[in-house]
């Protein structure tokens, strides 16, 4: 499937609107028949095969779990119940009702489940409880890959424990290292932050592990990712009174088996999802770029087309993200960009302009990738090729949500 930059938008527009016909998309013959799960070769160079970015979608109907219980049937505090019906829930999802009673009864847990499954509602609602009726003097540390997640567990938890006098504080990088010191002198009963700023704050010694005695870590697996295995290993040493371990995560690596050993005893093991399964309704394929041409030539072309209504490109770093950016805009295109080096309130107002549908495309760097409840996202664009399955999965995750169709695109020069 190669093809110039010319012809990109005739090619997009005629194959996105179904008419993908021999003379219009030359496939190779090894192209045309695809298993739902894309395979996971690599060449030489330790690169991802090409054809594990092509599969074609399966659109079904989304399997809907239903809990033979009601919110209000959740062994839970009645206040805690009404907050949660006033945020519009019903029903628990699966991940929830599958873990409440093991969270409930103090009991190790590693739960398996997709971004979007009401994981972080799956350990606020139990440890709520148990801080409000069990035992007012626990502590709890949630610890999150990114900013983005800290907050938005943050502001989950705000909204289930509204008016029970249980407070949080949100310990993340890009804001003021004075005001989180402040913030961590008043009471508070749960401290939700990313490794690097927990770190710090028990280096100042404004944060003493031992007092906590609950340990959450959400999205395990891009926590080790993303190189914070050795922080993890220092907070669970330092949290010398820790009775309670859970753990989350959207996929399972053997090779994490060691350490997930070494963080809990007999863990209660919850798994809602298939391991490492790219979704079904996500149509994907690859852009082959011939020499001489040029990517963002192409991109633009791209996303000219009306049928690219909210666009995530992801780049491997924060340069490429930017320069990626500045072309968009001077061809015309609403864009922004997230990366590391923005500020946190700069990635929150970015955020949120595509969210509302302010800027058409949101170039990021993995940051962007695991957590992030981004809704009714058309495509994702994969700049450069994702060098691992996992990471290529998280990136494509982002669109083809709760059922809906999703289309992944992946350049290859």
Known sequence: MIFSAALTNYIIMEYYKGT??????????????????PNRKKNKDGSLDPDSFVSKATPQQPVIYKS?????ELPVDRAIILNLQKKGYENPTEIQDKTIEAILSGRNLMGLAQTGTGKTGAFLIPLVHN??????RSRVLVVSPTRELALQ???EFRSIAHGLKIFSTCLIGGTSVWRDIQSLRRPGHIIIGTPGRIADMVRQRALDLNMFTILVLDEFDRLLDMGFAAEIERLVDGMSYRSQTILFSATEDKSQRKMISSLMDDPYEVRVRNDNVVADNIEQDIITVKEGEKKIDILLN????????KVLVFADTKRGVSRICRDLKRGGITVDEIHGDKSQNYRIKALES????????????????????????????????????????HRIGRTGRAGASGKALTFIN
């Open 20 to 37: 993908r016909s021999r003379g219009k998309w030359k496939t190779n013959q090894r192209n045309t028949e695809r298993s739902r799960t």
């Open 68 to 72: 033979g219980r009601q919110i209000d």
């Open 131 to 136: 801080l409000l009726r069990k035992d007012s």
């Open 153 to 155: 567990i943050d502001s």
């Open 302 to 309: 791209m996303v000219r087309d009306k049928s690219f209504e």
């Open 354 to 393: 595509f969210r509302n549908r302010k800027i058409q495309v949101l170039v990021a760097t993995d940051v962007a990738a695991r957590g992030l409840d981004i809704s009714h996202v058309s495509h994702v664009i994969n700049f450069q090729a994702p060098k691992d399955m996992e990471s290529y999965i």
